[in-house]
């Protein structure tokens, strides 16, 4: 075997020469020393002469040696903190568990029930004026019967209802409004003359006995003129335990009236318990009178008071 053809001087040439390609004759070499080692594999009895157990292992490692290099090469540098220079093998790092969602410190969003949000039209009739309002919040139920909708209506009357109601009542233009000079003698305190304005009427609940009616006020409601008055019921009518025909036993048919209509029996609004407050908005909408009346008790929330108020505000009119 000459020395242009020993492996291992073949090998040491190239790792001195540090050249990053063989040449071609050394190429040629190596491969035809390996072509050559392959033709000498025959089947038969495993018998390798100690003299040849050098050539095989020495090819083989120089086969090694450039897959390193070649690898090296193609792979470049070895990263940072790599042992020797050797291309690091790095694990693989397993997905982290996604953490428990924590618990959400935010409010619960709040379920809208009741009437549905935007335009809700409470008085609809072919005689009255067509009253629309504009629901903003939940909770809101409509009282079809009274031309109402009221809010957390526990059953209870004032002052232990927290509730609070919005009535919206039309009259065709020219129609007069008996305002009771006393709502508990109400029977023999009707007005010789009844109102039919927005002032008359208000200056009518503001001479009225016992209600401490609050000034009248101008006021403006979808585009149409009007007054605005507030009346409170005496707390005196409250007694404990006692029906809402128990508390009002003193007063006439045992029930405590704000006002009637004219040519009508009876009473149109009266109070359903003591300390009762109702803030009146009263309009002339093109001839026909519009009484919005925002019904509260002592003990409802100073939130729903507000709601009940814009409710009102938000009124649109249409004439029949």
């Keep these: 075997m000459t020395a242009q053809r020993d492996p291992d001087q073949l090998i040491r040439h190239f790792l001195l020469e540090g050249s990053e390609r063989l040449h071609d004759q050394v190429y040629d070499a190596i491969r ?16 390798v002469p100690v003299m040849n ?22 792979l470049g540098a070895p990263a940072k903190g790599d042992v020797g220079g050797a291309p ?23 379920v809208w029930v009741g009437l549905p949000k935007g335009p809700f039209t409470v008085t609809d009739s072919a ?5 629309t309002i504009d629901i903003a919040s939940p909770g809101w139920e409509s009282l079809a019967e009274f031309d109402a909708v009221s809010k957390n209506d ?36 009707v007005p010789p003359a009844p109102a039919t304005t927005p002032q008359e009427i208000a200056a009518a609940f503001a001479a009225q006995a016992e209600t401490d009616a609050s000034a009248p006020v101008d006021v403006t409601v979808g585009g149409y003129a009007g007054k605005a008055t ?3 019921v005496p707390m005196s009518y409250d007694l404990p335990n006692a029906t809402r025909e128990e508390k009002f036993g003193a007063c006439d048919s045992d029930a405590y009236a704000f006002y009637g209509v004219e040519g009508e029996t009876g009473h149109a609004r009266n109070a359903q318990g003591a300390g009762q407050i109702d803030e009146l908005f009263i309009l002339n909408v093109e001839g026909s009178i519009v009484i919005l009346d925002v019904a509260l008790s002592p003990s409802t929330p100073t939130e729903l008071v507000e709601e009940t108020r814009a409710l ?7 004439a029949p």
Excluded: M
């Design 53 to 74: 157990k050098i050539v095989p292992i020495g090819v083989a490692a120089a086969a090694v040696i450039v897959a390193l290099v070649v690898g090296t090469r193609l």
């Design 88 to 110: 690091s093998v790095r694990p693989s790092v397993a997905p982290s568990p996604s953490a428990a969602p924590s618990a959400d410190s935010s409010p619960t969003p709040t």
């Design 127 to 131: 005689v009255g004026v067509r009253t």
């Design 154 to 189: 526990d059953g209870r009357d004032a002052p232990e209802t927290v509730g609070a109601s919005l009535l919206a009542w039309t009259w065709p233009a020219g129609t007069g409004i008996n305002v009771y000079k006393d709502p508990c003698q109400w029977t023999t305190s």
């Design 230 to 232: 507030t009346l409170r």
């Design 32 to 47: 035809a020393e390996i072509e050559q080692q392959r033709q000498r594999v025959v089947i038969g009895p495993w018998r």
């Design 312 to 318: 009102a505000r938000s009124a649109t009119f249409k």
